[in-house]
C-alpha cells in the first residue's frame, strides 16, 4: 500500500507534464524551479524543440527564473513511466488522446491531475482508461481552472501574470481527493478540495462567457477586428449569458450542487466589481480592459467551450429533467456554423460513460466511485 | 354574381389601404396619382396627421407627383366599408389585428391583398375571419414582397427608389388567383400569378438574410455602430444562410414547390451579381452597397422575419418530416435574446390553421380550399 505521507517528505515527487501550450510551459517550469524533477511530453516535436535546445523554461512576472526539465520527449513511455504526479496541461478536447496515449503505460499509485478538466475530464480520462482495459490502479483528478494566468513570451519563455490563490480540485470518486491532495500538497499548496467532480466540472464559467460571446460577434471576430472582448459583452448578449448561467446553476442544483452564479464568482473573484447585473459586473472589471477578443474563429472558446462544456452541462441537464434552452440553442447553431456535430462527438452522458444512470446513480459514482 | 370584367373596366375602382408605413403611404399615394379614389386607415393618429392635413401624399424618386386621398381615418369601417380592393400595408405581425378589426365590416366581393404576405399572411387572414365567423365572401390574396422600394422622405411624403417589375400573387385558395389577378390588374399590372400561398409565402428571401444577419452581428447593431449590412454578411455567416435556404427549398419541395435558391434569386434579380457562393453573390451586389445595419435590435428583420418567417418553414417542414436545424437554432437563441416564445406566438401550423392535416391535405386546401 503506498504511503501519501512518504511523498509529501519527499522533494523528489517526480512530475511528468504532458502538454506544452501556456499553461504546460508554466507548470513544467514552475515545478522545475520548486525543485522537482520533471519531464515534459508533447505530441509535436515543433512546440518543445526550444525547451529540449534549452533544456528548460524561463519564467517571467509573478515568478522569475529558470526551471531547467529532466526530459523533453515525444514519447510518452519515456515521460510518465516513473512519474509520481501526471499534470495534463491541454485544452479539453485533447483530454482523450492523452488518455489513451498514457493507458499502456500507467501504473499503480500515479496520480493524473487534469488542469483543468473542463466538463467532465475526469470523467472521460477515467472512461477512456476502462475503454482500454488499464487494470493499474491509478488516482484521476481535476482542477476547476488553470492554476495559472500566463501566456508563452518566447522560445521556452513564459510570461506569468497571476497564480490563483485557491483552485478547487476534485478526484474521481471523490473519496480518494483527500490521498490526491496530500500528495499534490508540496507542488501547488493552491488545491483546495471540492465535493467531486461534478462541482469542478460544472464550475465552468467560461463555457458561460465564451461561446455566446463569440457567436454575437461574429462577424467582427472573423473579419479579424481589434475589439476588446469582455466589451463585446452588451446588454442582450450578458441577458443571454444570464440564462445559460441559470441552466448551468439548475443542472448543478439537480446534481445536489449550490454553486456560484458567474454574477457571484466575478464579485468574489476580482477586486472593483460591482453591479446587479451580469452585464454591469463585467463591465465594472477592470481585469478585463484590454483583454482582446479572437481574430479567427478557430479558438477553443468555441471548439472547446462547446464540446465540452455547453454539450456536457445540456446533456446533463436532459438525464436531471433539467431544460436548457439557451445552452441548447448555442450547441445548435455552432454545429451548423462550424460543420460539426458537437451533439455527438462533444461530452454528452454518452461519451462520459454516464448514460442510463440515473441522477442518484451519478452522484453516488462521483462521490464513491460504485456503480449501483 | 360579381363580374369581374366590369371592376377591370371601372376607373373608380375604390381602394383601401390599411397602414401608414412606408409601404402604405407608397401605395396610397402612387393609387391615388393613377386616379382611384383611396381612403387610408391607421391604427395610431399621429402617423396620418400628416396626410390628413395636406389631403394626401407627395411621391418624389421613381414616381413623381401627389396623390389626393379621399379619406384619412382611424375608423376601420370608414376606410373598408366601400372599398373593392383593400390592401393591407403592414408588418406581418399586424396582420392577425387587421383581421380583427375588419372582420365586422368586410363584405361580399371585396378583395384583400397582403402587401407582401410574408410566410403564412394569408392563411393567418383566413383563419381570423373565421374565427370572428365572418359569413362574407371574400377574396384573400397575399403578395410576395412590396412592391415598391421606398422610404418615407418627410410629412406626408415618400421617396419611391424603385418599382419591381413583377410580383407574383396568390389568393387562397389558388382556383381564385384569376379572379383577382384580373381585378387588381388595373392597380398593379405588376402583379403576376403565383402556384399558391405557399410558394409566395416560402419564397421568403427576408428569412433567410435578415435574423442570422442580426444574430452573428448583434453586439455591433446593439451598440449603434454604423456598417453596411450586407457586409456584415462574413463567409462564416452566409455558410449558416445558405444552410437556412436549404432547408426553405427542402420544405417547398416537400409541398411540391420548386423555387429559387436565395443565390439564384440574386443572380436572376440584380445586375452584375456573380458567384459561385452566396457570399459570392452578395458581395458582388452593387445594390446592397450602402444598405445600412439597423442601429438597434427592435426590428422586423427579428421581430417579423423570426414569427412569420422561419417558425412558419420549420413549423411546416416538421409536419412534413423535413428536419430545419439552421432555422431552429435561430428561433431558439431569439427566444432566449428577446424573452419571447416565437414557437407558440409564431405562424406555426396551428395558429396557420393548418395542426393535424397532412402535406397532401395542406397542397389541396390551398389550391381549391377544400379540408378533406
Known amino acids: 500500500m503506498r504511503n501519501p505521507k512518504s511523498n509529501v517528505q519527499n522533494p523528489k515527487l517526480k512530475v511528468a507534464v504532458l502538454g506544452a501550450g501556456n499553461g504546460g510551459h508554466a507548470i513544467a517550469g514552475h515545478l522545475a524551479l520548486k525543485g522537482f524533477p520533471v519531464k515534459v511530453y508533447n505530441k509535436f516535436e515543433h512546440e518543445i524543440v526550444h525547451m529540449r535546445e534549452r533544456g528548460g523554461v524561463t519564467l517571467e512576472g509573478a515568478v522569475e527564473g529558470f526551471g531547467p526539465l529532466d526530459l523533453v520527449t515525444t514519447d510518452i513511455a519515456e515521460a510518465i513511466s516513473d512519474a509520481d504526479v501526471i499534470m495534463v496541461v491541454v485544452p479539453a478536447f485533447v483530454h482523450r488522446f492523452m488518455a489513451e496515449v498514457c493507458a499502456p503505460y500507467v501504473h499503480d499509485g500515479q496520480i493524473i491531475v487534469l488542469n483543468p478538466g473542463r466538463t467532465g475530464g475526469a470523467l472521460e480520462f477515467s472512461k477512456v482508461l476502462k475503454e482500454k482495459s488499464v487494470q493499474a490502479k491509478v ?19 513564459v510570461w506569468i501574470s497571476g497564480i490563483k490563490k485557491r483552485v478547487p480540485l476534485a478526484a474521481l470518486p471523490a473519496t480518494d481527493t483527500p490521498t490526491v491532495m496530500e500528495i499534490v500538497h508540496p507542488l501547488y499548496p493552491e488545491f483546495i478540495p471540492a465535493a467531486n467532480v461534478l462541482e469542478t466540472s460544472l464550475d465552468n464559467i467560461g463555457a458561460v462567457f465564451h461561446p455566446s460571446t463569440v457567436v454575437f460577434n461574429l462577424n467582427r471576430i472573423e473579419a479579424g477586428e481589434e475589439f476588446d472582448f469582455y466589451r463585446g459583452m452588451t446588454p442582450t448578449v450578458t441577458h443571454f449569458m444570464e440564462a445559460i448561467d441559470r441552466e448551468r446553476l439548475a443542472v448543478a442544483r439537480a446534481f445536489g450542487l449550490k454553486m456560484e452564479s458567474a454574477r457571484e464568482w466575478l464579485l468574489n473573484t476580482y477586486e472593483g466589481v460591482q453591479g446587479e447585473t451580469l452585464y454591469e459586473c463585467i463591465q465594472s472589471n477592470r481585469a478585463y480592459a484590454g483583454i482582446k477578443a479572437p481574430k479567427s474563429l478557430n479558438v477553443r472558446y468555441i471548439f472547446e467551450d462547446v464540446p465540452t462544456g455547453l454539450v456536457s452541462i445540456a446533456s446533463l441537464g436532459a438525464l436531471a429533467g433539467v431544460s436548457t434552452p439557451a445552452c441548447r440553442a448555442i450547441v445548435d447553431i455552432c454545429c451548423v456554423l462550424f460543420d460539426r456535430d458537437f451533439w455527438r462527438e462533444g461530452r454528452n452522458v454518452e461519451n462520459l460513460g454516464l448514460a442510463g444512470m440515473s441522477v442518484e446513480g451519478i452522484i453516488n459514482y462521483v462521490n464513491t466511485g460504485e456503480r449501483n
Not at 143 to 154: D, E, F, M, V
Open 139 to 157: 488516482l484521476i483528478a481535476e482542477a476547476q481552472t488553470l492554476i495559472y494566468a500566463c501566456r508563452i513570451s518566447g522560445p521556452a519563455r
